[in-house]
């Protein structure tokens, strides 16, 4: 069946160093992918997201890489910050009839000072 | 300011009873999901509905039930059949025409049963 996984279940990365979190999908037809941020005890934010006919797409310091070949997709973060530690998930969209949303199971940012 | 509230934040519940959990919208969406959280694990879908008085189930819809009265509001009820009630609750809603994926989600509802 369909799923999203991640690679890594937890990231540490030095305060100021990029951060690259990776993410493995396996339905080829999902339309959108999407990246979200969890903090401790809220609900998940928005960040960024890809459309599946793109392969990159910039925001305020995050990159989105999709390779649909290999069926991956990646989040880097430009020089991080302590508040962007949290878990960040992906997403996949599968589009037709009733829009849902597939999530992986997270990966933890630890921001070392 | 637009948003998603949830309520409550935290409930105890004892086995055996049926316990409500509260989602409202003001951003005028029309689709509303709500997820179950685990520790340590992602986001599963149990319902969602994309207009008022239709919902489909998700992923693990077993022992949950949902209404969609109004646009704004899709109160998810944790019944004594789910058998494994104790999660993080988190309700969800989304534009449906130009929809790319981007969900909007209140804080979250703790539930513990004892």
């Known amino acids: 069946g369909e799923s999203v996984g991640l690679h890594l279940p937890t990231l540490s990365v030095q305060e100021g160093d990029n951060s690259i979190i990776n993410c493995a999908y396996s339905n080829s037809a999902s339309d959108y992918f999407i990246w979200y941020k969890q903090e401790s005890g809220k609900g998940p934010q928005f960040i960024i997201d890809?459309?599946?006919?793109?392969d990159k797409r910039q925001g305020q310091r995050v990159t989105v890489l999709l390779n649909k070949t290999v069926k991956h997709l990646s989040l880097q973060i430009a020089a991080t910050q302590p508040g962007d530690s949290a878990v960040y998930f992906c997403?996949?969209?599968?589009?037709?009839?009733?829009?849902?949303?597939?999530f992986g199971t997270g990966t933890k940012l630890q921001v070392i000072p | 300011d637009g948003g998603i509230t949830q309520s409550p934040k935290y409930l105890f519940r004892k086995e055996g009873q049926n316990v409500t959990l509260s989602c409202e919208q003001n951003?005028?969406?029309?689709?509303m999901y709500w997820y179950r959280q685990d520790p340590g694990q992602g986001l599963r879908l149990i319902y969602y509905s994309q207009i008022v008085n239709d919902f489909q189930k998700g992923d693990i819809a077993e022992g949950y039930s949902v209404s969609r009265e109004k646009k704004e509001s899709f109160p998810l009820t944790v019944t004594s059949a789910q058998k494994n009630p104790t999660a993080f609750y988190l309700c969800a809603s989304s534009k449906v025409q130009g929809y790319t994926g981007e969900l909007f989600f209140g804080e979250g509802s703790r539930l513990t049963v004892l």
């Open positions: 890809i459309r599946s006919n793109m």
């Open positions: 997403a996949e969209n599968t589009a037709g009839g009733y829009q849902k949303v597939t």
């Open positions: 951003l005028n969406h029309d689709a």
